[in-house]
């Protein structure tokens, strides 16, 4: 596995002080023979420690491939603006469920163009609307071929922090760790008109290991 893809734990140092935190709580608890917190403290660190699991995945051989960047389920699939470049593009769209993989990979490889932070609100991922109105966070790349490609990590309605490691001029493996949205979220892919899109709508797919495209 190349370290360069995957230079993290199993989980995900995002979730550190959830893990710790909530392991520290239940000792202490247990300790103060306080059950029923102690129980409900378990819970939640259990419930944290799925939620920030990273694990490393085998991408496809296919050069061609631009790989899912999340674990979820295809909500969108449709003609689109570019958020960045303002050209006319291919949307899909990912939705990610709480117990999801939340770490974001990179799709394609590339140069990284621009980063765009947007406020805004948090309403359901899963709406139509949740593109052009909640938090998000841009990253737009150009492939070894000259082809833009624009992903966005939308905030849902629970999740209050997106983050995004990229800097401007980074150059982007496909299936690198770039990003991670806490507590719900989805991830929107913007590719060129004439892809060709191997998914359907509703179909779920896993991180790095499926293709949603082939440019």
């Known amino acids: 596995m190349n370290t360069r893809l995957y230079p993290h734990p199993f989980f995900a140092r995002e979730g550190r002080p959830f893990i710790y935190g909530g392991l520290v709580l239940t000792a202490f608890f247990s300790w103060v023979d306080w059950s029923l ?6 819970i939640v660190t259990v419930f944290c420690l799925q939620f920030f699991r990273d694990p490393a995945r085998e991408q496809p051989e296919d050069p ?3 790989v899912s960047p999340v674990d979820g389920r295809v909500c969108k699939i449709q003609d689109a603006l570019d958020p960045l470049t303002g050209e006319e593009v291919k949307m899909i769209s ?7 993989v939340h770490s974001q990979k ?3 490889a ?3 163009e621009e980063i765009r932070y947007t406020p805004g609100l948090f309403v359901n991922a899963d709406l139509d609307k949740a593109s052009t109105d909640n938090e998000r966070n841009a990253v737009r790349v150009t492939t070894p071929e000259g082809v833009s490609v624009t992903f966005v990590q939308v905030a849902g309605l629970i999740a209050r922090r997106i983050l995004c490691y990229a800097k401007k001029d980074q150059e982007l493996a496909r299936g690198e760790r770039y990003g991670f949205i806490r507590f719900g979220s989805r991830v929107d892919v913007y590719l060129p008109k004439d892809v060709e899109v191997t998914v359907t709508i ?7 290991a499926s293709t949603i495209a082939r440019l």
């Open 64 to 66: 061609r491939a631009v």
């Open 110 to 112: 590339g140069r990284v």
């Open 106 to 108: 990179s799709p394609v």
């Open 202 to 208: 509703g179909e779920k797919v896993t991180g790095v």
């Open 94 to 100: 990912i939705f990610m469920n709480v117990f999801n």
């Open 37 to 42: 917190l102690a129980c409900l403290s378990g």
